[in-house]
């Protein structure tokens, strides 16, 4: 108990000590909060009136936008890890008498704060734009939970890959793979619109069984393609970030360990 205890207290630190970056530094986290923001309006505004959907289609889109804010968030994380790791941060931090877990979980609690932030004003703007829930409040915060648990898992992947990264600099390579990732799901057409074998891919894609599966509890249109992913979005949408932070979680805090060897 003890041993937990400090553990417990040594993250909650690291946490702290990445919340007063940000209130030093305002700016950066005030873009990361909106930036969604404006992929909202530029998709739903601008965008959308050429979207075909079963139904409004910023009602469609909303739950999607939520997916696509928590699957960015894993750049800031990948950014500030592999910060650290190129400054030479994490080595004084492993000299220090602290759980060897701190620095990593610290980092993952704070940037999980962040996306809940992130979260609460992209869910006002969509109620300001007219999106609504139509389950009732306990199925919409299940949908806002579903959210978070796919943040948090996606929060040790990009722990990990900013631990073996070479530097900050290697978030490029990163973009690479999130956006396409992002957009080759079901975030803003329906799988059933691209060619057969596009579509397969965008249905087994983790983000699509999130969004598919937020919308469904928040009483959103959605389609269904019909498919197995589709049938068992709500399953998928908890097993693929469980399955992500059984993986990812014993991977980053192994790699923290092994730093500089």
């Known amino acids: ?19 007063a970056h940000w209130a030093r530094q305002p700016a950066a986290v005030i873009v990361s909060l909106l930036f969604p923001v404006l992929m909202l309006v530029m998709f739903g505004y601008l965008f959308g009136g050429a979207m075909a959907a079963p139904g409004d289609y910023r009602e469609f889109l909303l739950p999607g936008m939520f997916v696509l804010a928590m699957a960015f968030g894993i750049e800031t994380t990948f950014t500030g890890i592999a910060t650290d790791v190129a400054r030479g941060s994490t080595d004084r931090f492993r000299s220090l008498p602290m759980a060897a877990s701190a620095p990593v979980t610290g980092r993952a609690v704070a940037d999980l704060l962040n996306s809940v932030a992130g979260l609460v004003v992209l869910a006002a703007c969509g109620l300001a734009t007219g999106w609504r829930w139509h389950n009732g409040l306990g199925a919409a915060l299940a949908a806002f939970g579903l959210l978070v648990l796919l943040r948090f898992a996606l929060l040790w992947l990009g722990l990990y890959l900013g631990l073996v990264a070479k530097g900050p600099e290697s978030v490029v390579a990163l973009q690479i793979l999130v956006w396409p990732l992002g957009f080759l799901s079901n975030v803003f057409v329906s799988p059933g619109t691209m060619p057969g074998w596009l579509g397969a891919i965008a249905d087994a894609n983790p983000l699509s069984a999130t969004a598919a599966a937020t919308r469904e509890l928040f009483g959103n249109p959605g389609w269904d393609s019909g498919g197995w992913f589709a049938e068992h979005a709500l399953l998928l ?25």
């Open 1 to 19: 108990m003890t041993t937990l205890r400090w553990t417990i207290a040594d993250g909650w630190t690291m946490t702290r000590r990445e919340l």
């Open 237 to 261: 949408a908890v097993l693929w970030p469980v399955a992500m932070i059984a993986v990812f979680l014993p991977l980053s805090v192994r790699r923290y360990r092994r730093l500089s060897r």
